[in-house]
């Protein structure tokens, strides 16, 4: 008891030891993933590089780059991933968001990446694309406004790319009652266990997600996941 006190009081304390904690719990988890959702070839690639090789692949795989497609990225940044998607699909009905506090990220990603890191003091990217709407500021504050957009038959991909535990969790379950079966879920920092893995387990035991893995890159840095759901989202229930 005295142990698990002291271990408490040390845990909280400290947020490195806390940090590191949550890191080293989440890891055996993430290994089991791999296991057991191996695909038949991880894509390999410069950072960048692989990364479109993996939207690439879903794209192909999926069909979904002349269909209305709607797109919804959390971290948007200077666009880059925004801007690959809003190329590889021209359907003129196809509808992006993207989401960004565009003051970086809220909390202390890394030693290297902290609180405010990817601030484009609050510029959001160039682009004369009529599909594609910004929605800046913090999640927690605009996306709650924005969810009868996902009120859509058409397929959905949602971009999670906000690196964060808390801005990874907090769009997947508010969005996680009105996805369909057949939406898909990208991650681009999936590799980092304590964040956005653990977001992306817990939320799906929260939800009882089915799921395959449609792609990853190399140590399952980046994964597109798409999801097997039997219940009708909660805008389609009478
Ligand atoms: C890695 S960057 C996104 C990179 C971008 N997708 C690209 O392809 O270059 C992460 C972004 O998430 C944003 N972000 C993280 N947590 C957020 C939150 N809770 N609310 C709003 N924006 C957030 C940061 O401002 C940052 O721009």
Same mark, same amino acid.
């Given at each position: ?5 002291? =271990? ?11 940090? =590191? ?32 090789? /993996? ?27 925004? $801007?690959?998607? =809003?190329?590889?699909?021209? $359907? ?12 970086? /990220? ?14 484009? $003091? ?15 500021? +913090? ?10 957009? /996902? ?22 379950? /508010? ?32 939800? $009882? +997600? ?29």
């Amino acid at each position: 008891m005295l142990i698990k006190q002291t =271990l408490g009081h040390v845990l909280s304390d400290n947020p490195k030891i806390k940090a =590191l904690a949550l890191k080293v719990s989440a890891y055996p988890d993430f290994l089991r993933f791999q296991e057991r959702f191996a695909v038949p070839e991880l894509i390999s690639g410069e950072a960048r590089e692989k990364r479109n090789k /993996l939207f690439q692949v879903v794209s192909d795989q999926e069909g979904l780059s002349t269909i209305p497609l709607r797109y919804f990225e959390f971290g948007v940044h200077e666009g880059a991933s925004l $801007n690959w998607w =809003l190329e590889t699909n021209q $359907n003129p009905a196809s509808r992006f968001f993207g989401f960004d506090s565009f003051e970086g /990220l809220p909390e202390d990603w890394s030693r290297t990446k902290q609180a405010g890191y990817f601030s484009t $003091n609050l510029k959001t990217p160039e682009t004369d694309d009529a599909r594609i709407d910004f929605v800046p500021g +913090w999640f927690h504050r605009t996306l709650p406004l924005m969810l009868q957009e /996902l009120e859509t038959e058409d397929r959905t991909v949602i971009h999670l790319d906000a690196d964060l535990y808390r801005s990874t969790i907090y769009p997947l379950l /508010l969005i996680g009652s009105h996805l369909k079966d057949g939406d898909i879920l990208i991650f681009d920092e999936f590799l980092d266990s304590s964040h956005e893995f653990r977001a992306f387990d817990d939320a799906s035991s929260i939800f $009882n +997600w089915g799921f395959e893995v449609l792609a990853a890159t190399q140590q399952f840095a980046q994964v597109a996941i798409k999801l097997k759901i039997a219940e009708a989202p909660v805008w389609r229930r009478s």
